[in-house]
């Protein structure tokens, strides 16, 4: 492929993009469904108009990596710590009880393999997608029913977020334990040393931004220093503990996410994001999504993929809250709110796509997983919600709080 042509792929996708998410947007879906769908309809596998090439990508993988850098930066961890036990136990729930359904619902498909074969790990994987949670569309559906701020939205918030980075860990584990080169000790020990590292050098690092924080505030060498560590630590994460670029990313945020500037540094990757790397991110996917080999069985097993996926997370979310002695309404809005699915799962099976876990037609799953989950989750929760005083508009003095319209999730228009 000539080298300027790289120029008419970026310029169709980001018009398709843009045009097939404010559609999406209209019908109430995330945007990112629309972003996908244009890349599905452009690609090779439609209308052929962009093929698959490297620099499309690398520029993914960068998109990915700007994503999970800003899902760290927006982790409130005052929030995390304020909800403790309670949140990581749901959190937990919601990660055994989807990677276990997710495992035998594709051993009922296609055969149960014994462990430590190559189709059982593809089953752990299948299972390891269902467990990710779309805090973006939570915070937005409970924002926008005016119970963000609620007992059950705050914990609902504070388990999506643990969530992630369990579902993140379990990513790098399942990976790890692919390899037939690798031994688990050996995973386990990486792991290790990984978050020893990151603790040392995250300290080190954050009391520099701090210091930078205070003499530079709201400086644009903030957001510049901020992305290189973000790439730094996703190259570190990788190279030299053979653990998920993402993974890296998100811990940068992590360790930044506390700044007076951590808003600022978000808002100025969302720029980048927003412009072009999501875009190209979320489109790939339509590009790499495949209808070679679509059978009725994968039609089918799509289905049962985004049914199990969405009940999952109600059996186990909404069983640990009533556990923790929430009423049975407030049980279900537990689960109901975890059962969104959105970047993060798409985040998920593109990692295992790359390291070839998974197959390009296993997309179409995922997708309307995230379709259906997103469509029904707000349908469901203001079903359950209705009637009830709304905390979020009014203050403990009667006032109203600073909450408007206005108010929108970044995420949401990535």
Not at 240 to 261: E, K, P, Q, S
Request: charged share 15%; net charge neutral.
């Amino acid at each position: 492929m000539e080298t300027y042509e790289i120029f008419k792929d970026l310029a169709i996708i980001i018009i398709a993009a843009k045009l097939f998410g404010l559609v999406a947007k209209k019908l109430k879906a995330p945007q990112v469904v629309g972003q996908i769908a244009a890349g599905l309809l452009i690609g090779p596998g439609l209308l052929g108009w962009v093929g698959q090439s490297e620099l499309i990508a690398m520029m993914a993988e960068i998109g990915v990596v700007l994503l999970m850098f800003s899902a760290g930066l927006e982790t409130n961890l005052k929030e995390l710590v304020k909800t403790g036990p309670v949140a990581l136990s749901i959190a937990c729930a919601g990660v055994i009880v989807p990677l276990v359904m997710g495992w035998a619902l594709y051993g009922c498909f296609f055969g149960f393999a014994p462990f430590g074969s190559e189709e059982f790990f593809r089953g752990v994987f299948i299972g390891t997608i269902m467990t990710a949670t779309s805090v973006s569309i939570t915070v937005q559906t409970l924002r926008e029913l005016g119970h963000l701020k609620g007992k059950v939205g705050t914990v609902i918030v504070s388990s999506a977020i643990i969530d992630d980075v369990l579902g993140i860990i379990l990513l790098t584990f399942v990976i790890g334990f692919k390899s037939a080169d690798v031994k688990p000790a050996e995973v386990v020990l990486k792991t290790v040393l990984f978050i020893v590292f990151s603790i040392a050098v995250g300290f080190g690092v954050y009391l520099l931004f701090k210091l930078l924080d205070k003499h530079s505030f709201h400086h644009r060498r903030i957001p510049i220093f901020g992305l290189a560590l973000c790439f730094g630590m996703a190259y570190a994460a990788e190279h030299f503990f053979g653990i998920a670029d993402i993974t890296g990313a998100y811990v940068a945020g992590i360790i930044l996410c506390n700044l007076r500037d951590a808003e600022y540094i978000a808002g100025k990757m969302d720029i980048s994001s927003y412009m072009l790397f999501g875009p190209v991110f979320f489109a790939s996917i339509g590009l790499k999504t495949s209808f070679d080999g679509f059978t009725a069985q994968l039609l089918w097993f799509s289905l049962a993929f985004a049914l199990v996926a969405m009940i999952a997370k109600v059996i186990g979310c909404g069983l640990m809250a009533k556990a923790w002695k929430f009423s049975t309404k407030d049980s279900l809005k537990c689960g109901v709110g975890m059962m969104t699915r959105g970047e993060v799962a798409l985040i998920v099976a593109q990692k295992g796509l790359a390291v070839g876990m998974v197959e390009p037609k296993y997309f179409t799953s995922v997708i309307l997983l995230i379709l259906l989950s997103s469509v029904t989750a707000p349908i469901l929760l203001k079903i359950l919600y209705k009637g009830e005083d709304k905390p979020d508009h009014v203050s403990l003095d009667g006032e109203h709080s600073d909450l408007d319209e206005t108010d929108e999730v970044v995420a949401e228009d990535v």
